[in-house]
């Protein structure tokens, strides 16, 4: 079940803004230039994202959707992937028991409890993969490839 998340073939990045400078442009971007797999934008304001035909949902055969929206439709986001048999989930937005919002917090739990959601986030960085030329991150460099891996809870790396 990690497969999906750490080697995914297709990826949706819902929030995937036309607005550089904007988290949800960042991460598509990233992987629409180094990915090996296929990367979808999902914005419903949107026919194109980078010249990408832009989703207003994510598409059913999603393996992995990067989430970066407002910390209040993320659950609604989350569920719309549950039952579309998305099995991993990176969820970038911020604004959860950081902020003091256990309830939401706890609610995207249940959420990716209830689907078998394997979940990486809230409020985090991202996730990157050199070995499958994945950034699914906000970062703006990808990392050479190596024989070493990195994780950490903290945003300052």
Do not use: Y
């Not at 579309?84 to 902020?99: D, L, M, N, Q, R």
């Not at 985090?124 to 906000?138: C, D, H, P, R, Y």
């Amino acid at each position: 079940m990690l497969d999906q998340l750490f080697s995914p073939e297709k990826v949706a990045v819902v929030g995937a803004s036309r607005q550089e400078g904007k988290t949800g442009h960042e991460v598509f971007d990233n992987l629409l230039h180094d990915f090996e797999g296929e990367v979808v934008p999902v914005n419903p304001k949107a026919d194109k994202v980078d010249g990408e035909r832009a989703f207003d949902n994510v598409p059913e055969d999603t393996d992995l959707a990067v989430i970066a929206v407002p910390s209040k439709i993320v659950p609604k986001v989350l569920e719309d992937c549950g039952e579309k048999s998305v099995e991993a989930a990176i969820v970038i937005s911020a604004g959860f028991s950081e902020t003091g919002d256990q309830e939401l917090e706890n609610n995207l739990i249940d959420i990716a409890e209830k689907h078998g959601i394997s979940l990486l986030g809230p409020n985090v960085l991202g996730l990157i993969n050199t070995e499958k030329g994945m950034n699914a991150s906000f970062a703006s460099k990808m990392p050479e490839e190596g024989g070493i891996s990195f994780m950490s809870q903290s945003g300052a790396f």
